[in-house]
């Protein structure tokens, strides 16, 4: 016993398989950098050392304020595997819930993009933890108090020599704080190993199980369309480095050179939140077809008519779900090999289910006292789930964390339906159902089947108080720009009542038309925002 070699699953072992298979394949940033896997393997290393130099050990949190690019990319990799932790800081909080995270993440080194060093300044005075700024710019230094350290004068000046440690694979690696809308951000973490088998998993589901989106071969184009603050860009990027797969990263998210990438790369394959999915469809010239793009869309419900108006623009779209508290995969909509001679209608239909879990990922679908729902696509009850990566629990919030794992499960807060094949559909978030004289009204469902509409671009359906029934549906209706009333919503989703695809109940009594729906920090619609905006139209 004892004698063998105890393999520990860290993050390098997938820095260094990437670069072993595929020294040559490319990296490439906006329309400004070309690197190979080889060069960027050289550059973490850099990283690393210089990294070393301002004295950064194992276990010093960093935190990067960043859009998507190469240099972040390097970060996922140098950062973690020399034992410290990333901290992936949300930019798109408020600046007191940026100040919050990287307080309570206890960072000592702040990597931060030029777009977000004017942020940086006004907060410096209140982090009297963080010891080093780095700046991170596409141009020259910007004129700054805040530090003189650069990151390309660093990367250049550092040897590329530089030996990862060998650590326990139960080591933190990374670091983000959830997106909620209700009260303060929460810290959720991972470790190597969680990590490794996250990718490992995500890699299975991407080649080997039947999907619209199953990857071909080396030759797909990988770009990513999450930030790469929100649980790291889903993971992805580990998992396309290690299939050698080429990546390109957009930078700042701007509509002209998002399709300039897609056209000149070639990119085959993104992911990204419905929303983004939806500004590419609507900003598309007339007649204009992509050949073929990839689309996992996650973070919310895919809505059908979304889905279908993509498909006509040579966009393939496939629903994934997951949260910041599981890494995040969870489940999508893949095919089960016996289901594929579906016809197209009912393809489309299941494509933008919630979907079946990854491997090694138990999800269930549970009423109050754990007993599992019929699956009967009616019977409602929460996602508990369990799977090797997900996070052992809120940092420094033991509280939180027994709430989140009751039980033994994760709770996801989740309400979904299972159909008889096992496929899960997300009704609703618990704190979004709709509670109308006793039933159960999913505001989903109803975003959904307005979807299909074909005036309506989008829409959000939110309950609102009500004295005899104690919630009624409301929708909000952003309408495409032709004239749309409720009279014709109103029979349309009329039609799905006599289907028995919903009860009369849950039509709602009123519509509003905006111009656009408040959105979140990661671009899904701010449900509590359309709330407080409805209440207050009440009042006028
Ligand atoms: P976040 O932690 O910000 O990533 O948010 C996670 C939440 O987004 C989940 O708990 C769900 O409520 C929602 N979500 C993610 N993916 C989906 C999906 N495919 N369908 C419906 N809701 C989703």
């Excluded at 969680?194 to 039947?210: D, E, P, W």
């Excluded at 030759?219 to 580990?238: C, D, N, Q, R, S």
């Excluded at 009616?378 to 990566?389: C, F, L, Q, S, T």
């Excluded at 509280?399 to 989140?404: D, G, S």
Aim: charged content about 25%.
């Amino acid at each position: 016993m004892g004698y063998a070699y105890d393999y520990q699953l860290l993050i390098r072992h997938i820095l260094e398989y990437g670069v072993n298979y595929a020294p040559k394949q490319e990296i490439v940033y906006r329309d400004l950098h070309r690197y190979t896997y080889k060069d960027l393997y050289n550059r973490v290393h850099r990283l690393a050392n210089a990294l070393e130099e301002l004295g950064v050990k194992k276990g010093t949190r960093i935190g990067v304020l960043e859009w998507d690019s190469h240099r972040y990319l390097e970060c996922y990799f140098a950062i973690p595997c020399m034992g410290a932790v990333l901290h992936t800081v949300n930019v798109r909080l408020s600046p007191e819930d940026i100040l919050y995270t990287i307080q309570h993440a206890e960072d000592e080194v702040i990597l931060v993009y030029k777009d977000f060093v004017p942020l940086m300044e006004s907060l410096r005075s209140k982090l009297p933890k963080v010891k080093h700024y780095i700046v991170m710019t596409d141009d020259k230094m910007p004129e700054t108090n805040l530090t003189d350290l650069e990151y390309e004068e660093m990367i250049k000046k550092a040897s590329k020599d530089y030996e990862f440690p060998e650590f326990s694979e139960n080591t933190m690696a990374t670091l983000s704080y959830t997106t909620g809308t209700t009260g303060r951000p929460k810290g959720v973490w991972f470790t190597h190993r969680k990590l490794v088998l996250h990718t490992l998993s995500g890699c299975i589901a991407m080649t080997g199980i039947r999907s619209p989106l199953r990857l071909k071969d080396d030759k797909e184009v990988y770009m990513p369309l999450t930030p790469m603050f929100h649980v790291h860009a889903w993971g992805i990027p580990y998992m396309m480095w290690l299939m050698g797969i080429k990546h390109v990263y957009p930078g700042r998210y701007e509509p002209m050179m998002i399709v300039k990438l897609v056209l000149s790369e070639g990119v085959t394959y993104t992911h990204c939140v419905p929303t983004i999915l939806q500004m590419i469809v609507d900003n598309l010239p007339e007649g204009f077809k992509f050949n073929g793009w990839k689309m996992l869309i996650g973070g919310a419900k895919l809505p059908e008519g979304l889905a279908k108006r993509a498909r006509e623009k040579g966009i393939y779209t496939m629903a994934a779900y997951g949260m910041s508290e599981t890494c995040p995969a969870l489940t999508g909509a893949f095919v089960k090999p016996h289901l594929l001679d579906l016809p197209m209608e009912d393809m489309l239909k299941m494509s933008v289910k919630t979907g079946i879990p990854f491997p090694l990922v138990y999800v269930r679908v549970v009423h109050d006292d754990f007993k599992d729902v019929e699956k009967n696509e009616k019977d409602m009850g929460e996602i508990v789930v369990r799977a090797p990566w997900l996070t052992d629990g809120y940092l420094n919030d033991e509280e939180k964390t027994k709430e989140l794992w009751a039980g033994g499960w994760l709770h996801t807060g989740d309400i979904a339906v299972m159909d008889s094949e096992g496929y899960v559909t997300i009704v609703d978030r618990l704190k979004d159902v709709i509670k109308s004289g006793g039933e159960w009204i999913s505001s989903l469902t109803l975003e959904n089947l307005l979807s299909l509409h074909p005036k309506v671009k989008e829409a959000a359906v939110v309950g609102v108080p009500d004295e005899k029934w104690g919630e009624r549906p409301l929708a909000v209706v952003v309408p495409m720009n032709e004239n749309l009333s409720e009279e014709e919503l109103r029979n349309h989703l009329l039609k799905f009542v006599e289907q028995g695809v919903i009860t009369k109940w849950a039509v709602p009594d009123k519509f509003i038309f905006v111009r656009e729906l408040p959105r979140t920090s990661v671009g899904k619609i701010d449900k509590k925002n359309i709330r407080k905006m409805v209440a207050e139209s009440f009042k006028k």
